[in-house]
C-alpha cells in the first residue's frame, strides 16, 4: 500500500512550471512507493494554501518567502533534469523524519 | 501549435525585453494569443524569470497564465548573441539563454502531455544542440514536431 503524501508545487504563474513539476514528481514519487497528491499554485498563494490543507513537502520554481514550516526544496534541478537525485533523496529524507 | 511562422533562426536582439517582445508579438500575429500577452509575459518574466541551466546550454521558457492564451502554441527562437535572463526560483543568478521557447498554454491539466514532452525535450542534450545548431526553419519544425504534435 502505496503511503500517500501531499505536495505544495509553487511557481511564478501556478500554471505552467508547476504542472511540469508536479507531474514529474508524481511519477518520481511513485517509483518510490509514494502515492503523490498535488496542488499547483503561485508564490504568494502558499499561505492561504498551507492554511486550508496539509502539506508534506513544497516544491517551489519561484523563490517563496515563508514555507510555512514544512520542509521546502528548489525544484529547478526536477525541470532540467540534473539534481532529480539530490532531489529526491532530500524530500525522502525529509518524508522519513516527518514518519511517512 | 508550431508553424514555421513561430520559428526564429539567428534572431538579433539587444536584451531579454526585446527578446520577449518579438517572440510574444508573434504569437500575437498568428493569433494564438490576446493582445495582452505581450505585456503579461515581459512582467511575469521580471517578477518571476523563466531561464534554465539546461544539459546543453542555458534557455529560457518565457510564459504566463492562460487567461491571455486563445490556443497553445510554443515558440522558438535560436539567438544569434546570448542574452542575459535570471534562473527560474533564483533570480539572482544570470543566465545566458541561447535558445528561448515561449509557451502558450491555455489549460495545463489539458496539455500535460505538451508539458511533459517539453520538459523531456529540456533535459534531451542532443536534441537541445541539433535546435541550436540547425540551418533551416524546416530542420527545427522536423525536429520539435514530435514534440508539439497530439
Known amino acids: 500500500m502505496a503511503t500517500k503524501i501531499r505536495i505544495l508545487s509553487i511557481c511564478g504563474s501556478g500554471v505552467v512550471t508547476s504542472s511540469m513539476v508536479a507531474s514529474k514528481l508524481k511519477d518520481l514519487f511513485e517509483e518510490k512507493g509514494y502515492d503523490a497528491e498535488t496542488v499547483e499554485a503561485n508564490s ?3 499561505e492561504s494554501c498551507c492554511s486550508r490543507q496539509q ?3 513544497i516544491a517551489y520554481a519561484s523563490p517563496i518567502n515563508d514555507n510555512c ?3 521546502a526544496f528548489n525544484a529547478i534541478g526536477l525541470i532540467t533534469g540534473m ?3 539530490e532531489f529526491m533523496e532530500e524530500a525522502i529524507a525529509a518524508l522519513h ?3 511517512k | 501549435m508550431l508553424s514555421k511562422d513561430l520559428i526564429r533562426l539567428n534572431l538579433d536582439v539587444k536584451n531579454r525585453e ?3 517582445r518579438t517572440l510574444a508579438e508573434d504569437f500575437v500575429k498568428a493569433g494564438v494569443v490576446k493582445e495582452s500577452f505581450v505585456d503579461a509575459v515581459l512582467e511575469r518574466e521580471k ?4 531561464a534554465l541551466p539546461a544539459v546543453a546550454y542555458d534557455v529560457a521558457i518565457p510564459h504566463t497564465v492562460s487567461a491571455h492564451v486563445l490556443t497553445p502554441a510554443m515558440n522558438v527562437a535560436v539567438l544569434k548573441h546570448p542574452v542575459e535572463f535570471q534562473q527560474m526560483g533564483s533570480p539572482d543568478i544570470t543566465l545566458h539563454p ?5 509557451l502558450a498554454i491555455s489549460d495545463p491539466k489539458d496539455q500535460l502531455t505538451l508539458l511533459r514532452r517539453i520538459m523531456k525535450m529540456l533535459q534531451n542534450k542532443e536534441l537541445l544542440n541539433r535546435i541550436r545548431d540547425a540551418k533551416t526553419k524546416d530542420e527545427i519544425y522536423d525536429l520539435l514536431k514530435p514534440v508539439v504534435e497530439e
Open chain 1, 97 to 99: 523524519k516527518a514518519g
Open chain 1, 44 to 46: 504568494s498563494e502558499v
Open chain 1, 55 to 57: 502539506f508534506d513537502l
Open chain 1, 69 to 71: 514550516g514544512i520542509p
Open chain 2, 98 to 102: 541561447q535558445v528561448l521557447f515561449m
Open chain 2, 47 to 50: 517578477k518571476s524569470p523563466t
Open chain 1, 83 to 85: 539534481g532529480e537525485d
Open chain 2, 18 to 20: 526585446d527578446a520577449i
